[in-house]
């Protein structure tokens, strides 16, 4: 048996919650069909560390036993990392953004990193102009904070519903495990 780490334990309103959103998404695909998955952007963050380790198994070679053995240096990872924000549609990734190392991401960063994403749809998919853009982050407080909800509602642009604490549903990782 294998558990999974859940940050928040499900209360039966959550469950609700997931069940609404749901059911949402689906009467209006059932409504718009494609134009529906279409007007999505989709849109998360993560860590990314900056380092290569190889294991012992990839620094494996073979040799001659008459060769001499190779020297391995001991190596020290590198505790930089940086947040990657990144957004995409069905057809393609719009931009990724990385935000300056030991930076914090703030509401105006955030809103920077939307402003660049704003130009690269009209850029890449300047069909969506004249479309509602439906955006799916997930709830976080900058993504959910007055300025930035003001912000999409200037541009005529809708957020989908992202129920709390659903880590079975964060976009990133329910659309790669989907592809």
């Known amino acids: 048996m294998c558990s999974r780490w859940v940050p928040r334990q499900l209360t039966e309103d959550h469950k609700k919650n997931h069940m609404g959103s749901s059911l949402t998404h689906l009467l209006c695909f059932n409504d718009n069909g494609e134009d529906f998955l279409e007007q999505i952007i989709t849109g998360d963050e993560t860590w990314v560390h900056q380092y290569c380790l190889e294991t012992k ?67 890449k998919r300047p069909q969506m102009s004249d479309k509602r853009v439906l955006l799916l ?23 989908l519903k992202h129920p709390p604490y659903s880590p079975d549903l964060a976009p990133a990782t329910f659309i790669s495990s989907t592809t």
Not at 59 to 81: D, N
Not at 137 to 159: A, C, F, M, Q, Y
């Open 57 to 123: 198994a990839q620094s494996m070679a073979w040799k001659h036993p008459g060769s001499p053995t190779i020297k391995k240096l001991k190596t020290s990872t590198s505790y930089v990392k940086l947040m990657a924000t990144v957004f995409w549609d069905m057809h393609c990734v719009l931009p990724l953004h990385f935000s300056p190392s030991n930076k914090t991401v703030n509401f105006a960063a955030y809103q920077a990193t939307l402003k660049k994403l704003k130009r690269a749809v009209q850029c």
């Open 137 to 159: 982050h997930d709830n976080v407080r900058l993504h959910t904070s007055h300025p930035t909800v003001n912000l999409l509602k200037r541009w005529g642009w809708e957020i």
